[in-house]
């Protein structure tokens, strides 16, 4: 949950078809030697990371990842959101606008680096997301599908103690371990100081004063769950810039949010 596996990216190289294929690219991460030692670095798991969890979720639950989500959160919150969309959904998708330098994600590089090598297998163009075939598959860390409304309604459980709409879905307990530090140090595919949660980015423990964390997607998108004053805010975009986590579009309209509530 954390990105500390070691298992940012793929030894073997994968094509985007491949991603479509759930069990071969689970064998092969099963298969695969960590590229550090679990636990001791967290390191980005760009597209891997939806493979690793959701193949713990289908050995518990017997069923995919996108089918778990969709009848045990989406469905009873009404949310627009999915992972594996129906066909019948297609003609409401929007295309996303690469960014301006690369529609590669992580850019085109050829330096032996964890960063690099995490991006180059697999290598996902953000022009591959207006096939059918993607919008098919179950690529849990990077295919959702859905709007600002559907991912601000999903987070809202988190927000306040897993309770929505009288249903107790989540834990109250597993809500709140979300802003347990877990891992903080220099990210390997970042190149920057990150502080994890479960599964979520966290202000670091020295500056952190609030329940709040966050997370953002490559183009631009945002989403950040404040427990304090059970608030859950998402901005997303089809127009994509370079960004791997988040930019200004996002993060100006989190400052007009945060400027209207309490800290």
């Not at 020295?206 to 631009?220: I, M, P």
Request: charged share 20%; hydrophobic share 40%; net charge negative.
């Amino acid at each position: 949950m954390n990105h500390a596996a070691g298992l940012s990216g793929m030894d073997e190289m994968m094509t985007i078809e491949d991603t479509y294929d759930w069990d071969k690219m689970t064998r092969a991460l099963a298969e695969q030697a960590p590229w550090w030692e679990p636990g001791t670095a967290s390191g980005y798991h760009a597209l891997t990371q939806g493979y690793l969890i959701g193949e713990v979720v289908k050995r518990i639950t017997g069923v995919s990842l996108g089918r778990f989500f969709n009848e045990e959160i989406a469905s009873p919150l009404q949310a627009d959101f999915y992972i594996g969309v129906p066909d019948s959904e297609f003609s409401r998708i929007g295309d996303l606008v690469p960014p301006p330098n690369s529609d590669i994600i992580g850019g085109d590089t050829a330096i032996d680096s964890i960063a690099a090598k995490t991006f180059k297998s697999p290598s996902i163009s953000a022009l591959d997301s207006r096939t059918d075939a993607w919008r098919r598959a179950e690529i849990p860390a990077a295919n959702g599908h859905g709007n600002a409304r559907s991912v601000a309604k999903i987070h809202t459980l988190l927000a306040n103690d897993g309770y929505i709409n009288g249903q107790q879905i989540i834990s109250a307990e597993t809500c709140r371990s979300i802003m347990q530090p877990r891992i903080q140090g220099m990210d390997l595919v970042f190149g920057n100081p990150m502080a994890f949660g479960l599964g979520f980015g966290l202000i670091p423990a020295e500056k952190n004063t609030r329940n709040l964390c966050f997370w953002g997607g490559w183009g631009g998108s945002r989403a950040i769950i404040d427990q304090d004053n059970q608030l859950s805010f998402s901005y997303v975009m089809n127009k994509m810039a370079d960004g791997l986590l988040g930019d200004d579009r996002g993060n100006l309209l989190t400052q007009a949010v945060f400027a209207s509530v309490p800290d």
